[in-house]
């Protein structure tokens, strides 16, 4: 048997291809869609894509189940439990659970392990040359590492109410009868690590064991006490913002997201073909350079999406394709680097992409308005806007500052005052650049804290440890 974890750093996303090395079959359980790595890794190993499955209707990413039936003809299997309103709006074969999946010597079997969400499966795996137990569970959302999928997210994103209640309980059961039933020796493979909005303490550890999460994890001791009031207060305490794409994220992937086909290269586009979209307003520019790179001038009414670690998720938090309607054009160093981001940017739906420049020289030009932290106390500001998590505010923020975290903040723009400047800030300034830009496109005058609160906090500490005269 082969089993290769595919992880997306940018997402924290683990996808994996599962094959038999006897008959040459594989599938893909939970793709992304930019599949050119799958294809890459089964050819590599002489074998065919026969299967696509995933284990839920994903809330962080587009699903690329269909992407890849379409391009190599695997069979499509999705989940059929959790009742009607979680059934999928394409075809494919409906799992149950106990139903399996057979590729040679390999069987998946599906099991309904709902919480997280309803009709959640987790995949335990026998690799039927070698053993006629299973081995392996790939666990999806369900179990993490040192964590479980929050059952929140329905509420948060999805236009749920109070669905999180039941999810928690959900999530007791599915533990009780589903996951400690197994043996110890079980290895756990989750579709998510840390960095995941997912849970709020996923490990860094690419898997686990039944038997070392039973002794360790820090919802162990409730399940063998016995104790569900216990876990579902511990469970749903201190979980982080919901981006508010993730409601996007639900609905087109039980929709099933469209197929995206053979994509042609990225071209470079004209400076002048660029301005002049620039100046009508038909394309949006996206600088792609990290904040401290801009803050020395960018581009007119741009979008900061640095290209680094997290390109899907901070064009998620600026770029909506449903009310956003102009194509992107990138700033990227060559074409290599342009497909890249675009491959990325995928990922979250984000298709429209226009092409790419390799400078904004000729470009219309602007520098972002930056206040220091020791002008901030005499600053006629109508708001200061802390984008962190709810969770780093509470840990400590600027006086009188409003948390709207930088995920959700497109869609809350009632929250925010019509006329005036508005101060904002993060951790160290990079997920603000992002943030500030977007503001500054919907029409608003912002001015960002250089450093962000590590810069505030700093400048604070040494005001009180200055020397008195």
């Given at each position: 048997?082969?089993?290769?974890?595919?992880?997306?750093e940018d997402?924290?996303?683990?996808?994996?291809?599962?094959g038999?090395?006897?008959?040459?079959?594989?599938?893909?359980?939970?793709?992304?869609?930019?599949?050119?790595?799958?294809?890459?890794l089964a050819?590599?190993n002489?074998m065919?894509?026969?299967a696509?499955?995933?284990t839920?209707i994903?809330?962080?990413y587009?699903?690329g189940?269909?992407?890849?039936?379409?391009?190599?003809g695997?069979?499509?299997?999705?989940s059929?439990?959790?009742?009607?309103?979680?059934?999928?709006?394409?075809?494919?074969t409906?799992?149950?659970?106990?139903?399996?999946?057979?590729?040679?010597?390999?069987?998946?079997?599906?099991?309904?392990?709902?919480?997280?969400?309803p009709e959640?499966?987790?995949?335990?795996?026998?690799?039927?040359?070698?053993?006629?137990?299973?081995?392996?569970?790939?666990?999806?959302?369900?179990?993490?590492?040192?964590?479980?999928g929050?059952?929140?997210?329905?509420?948060?994103a999805?236009g749920?109410?109070?669905?999180?209640f039941?999810?928690?309980?959900?999530?007791?059961r599915?533990?009780?009868?589903k996951?400690?039933t197994?043996?110890?020796?079980?290895?756990v493979h989750?579709?998510?690590?840390?960095?995941?909005?997912?849970?709020?303490?996923?490990?860094?550890?690419?898997?686990?064991?039944v038997?070392?999460?039973?002794?360790?994890?820090?919802?162990?001791?409730y399940?063998?006490?016995?104790?569900?009031?216990?876990?579902i207060?511990?469970?749903?305490?201190?979980?982080?913002?919901?981006?508010?794409?993730?409601?996007?994220?639900k609905?087109e992937n039980?929709?099933g997201?469209?197929?995206?086909?053979?994509r042609?290269?990225?071209i470079?586009?004209?400076?002048?073909?660029v301005?002049?979209?620039?100046?009508a307003?038909t394309?949006?520019?996206?600088?792609?350079?990290?904040?401290?790179?801009?803050?020395?001038?960018?581009?007119?009414?741009?979008l900061?999406?640095?290209?680094?670690?997290?390109?899907?998720?901070?064009g998620?938090?600026?770029?909506?394709?449903e009310?956003?309607?102009?194509?992107?054009?990138?700033?990227?160093?060559?074409?290599?680097?342009?497909?890249?981001?675009?491959?990325?940017?995928?990922?979250?739906?984000?298709?429209d992409?226009?092409?790419?420049?390799?400078s904004?020289?000729?470009?219309?030009?602007?520098?972002?308005?930056?206040?220091?932290?020791?002008d901030?106390?005499?600053?006629d500001?109508?708001?200061?806007?802390?984008v962190?998590?709810?969770?780093?505010?509470?840990?400590?923020?600027?006086?009188?500052?409003?948390?709207?975290?930088?995920?959700r903040?497109?869609?809350?723009?009632?929250?925010?005052?019509?006329?005036?400047?508005?101060?904002?800030?993060?951790?160290?300034?990079?997920?603000?650049s992002?943030?500030?830009?977007?503001l500054?496109?919907?029409?608003?005058?912002?001015?960002?804290?250089?450093?962000?609160?590590?810069?505030?906090?700093?400048w604070?500490?040494?005001?009180?440890?200055a020397?008195?005269?």
């Amino acid at each position: 048997m082969l089993i290769e974890r595919i992880y997306d750093e940018d997402l924290a996303q683990a996808s994996y291809l599962i094959g038999c090395q006897s008959t040459g079959e594989a599938v893909v359980v939970d793709g992304r869609r930019d599949i050119a790595v799958y294809q890459d890794l089964a050819a590599k190993n002489n074998m065919r894509i026969t299967a696509v499955t995933e284990t839920h209707i994903h809330a962080d990413y587009l699903s690329g189940t269909r992407e890849l039936a379409a391009a190599t003809g695997a069979a499509i299997h999705v989940s059929g439990e959790g009742g009607p309103e979680w059934q999928y709006g394409f075809e494919g074969t409906r799992l149950h659970d106990g139903d399996t999946i057979t590729l040679g010597n390999i069987t998946l079997q599906a099991l309904h392990t709902p919480g997280h969400t309803p009709e959640h499966l987790s995949f335990l795996v026998t690799d039927g040359a070698f053993s006629n137990h299973a081995g392996y569970l790939l666990s999806g959302d369900f179990v993490f590492s040192g964590d479980l999928g929050r059952p929140d997210l329905l509420d948060e994103a999805a236009g749920g109410v109070d669905t999180r209640f039941e999810g928690a309980k959900q999530l007791f059961r599915s533990l009780q009868e589903k996951f400690l039933t197994l043996p110890d020796y079980v290895q756990v493979h989750p579709a998510h690590g840390a960095g995941s909005a997912c849970g709020k303490a996923l490990g860094a550890i690419p898997s686990s064991t039944v038997g070392y999460e039973r002794l360790y994890s820090w919802w162990g001791p409730y399940l063998a006490a016995n104790d569900e009031r216990g876990f579902i207060d511990e469970l749903l305490d201190g979980q982080p913002d919901a981006h508010a794409y993730f409601n996007r994220m639900k609905r087109e992937n039980r929709e099933g997201p469209a197929v995206l086909g053979e994509r042609a290269p990225l071209i470079e586009l004209d400076q002048d073909q660029v301005a002049a979209g620039l100046a009508a307003d038909t394309v949006t520019f996206v600088d792609t350079r990290s904040a401290k790179d801009v803050h020395q001038g960018t581009v007119e009414r741009s979008l900061n999406i640095p290209a680094g670690a997290a390109i899907a998720t901070y064009g998620a938090w600026v770029v909506n394709p449903e009310t956003d309607t102009n194509p992107l054009v990138l700033l990227a160093t060559d074409q290599d680097q342009a497909q890249d981001i675009r491959d990325h940017l995928v990922r979250v739906g984000i298709d429209d992409v226009a092409g790419y420049v390799t400078s904004i020289d000729g470009l219309p030009a602007t520098e972002p308005a930056l206040i220091q932290p020791a002008d901030l106390p005499g600053f006629d500001a109508a708001l200061i806007l802390d984008v962190r998590n709810r969770t780093e505010h509470t840990s400590g923020h600027v006086p009188g500052a409003h948390q709207l975290n930088g995920g959700r903040l497109m869609w809350h723009l009632d929250e925010l005052p019509t006329d005036g400047t508005i101060v904002t800030y993060c951790q160290s300034g990079l997920r603000n650049s992002v943030a500030a830009s977007a503001l500054r496109r919907a029409g608003y005058d912002v001015v960002e804290l250089d450093g962000s609160y590590t810069a505030w906090n700093s400048w604070q500490q040494a005001r009180k440890t200055a020397p008195t005269t």
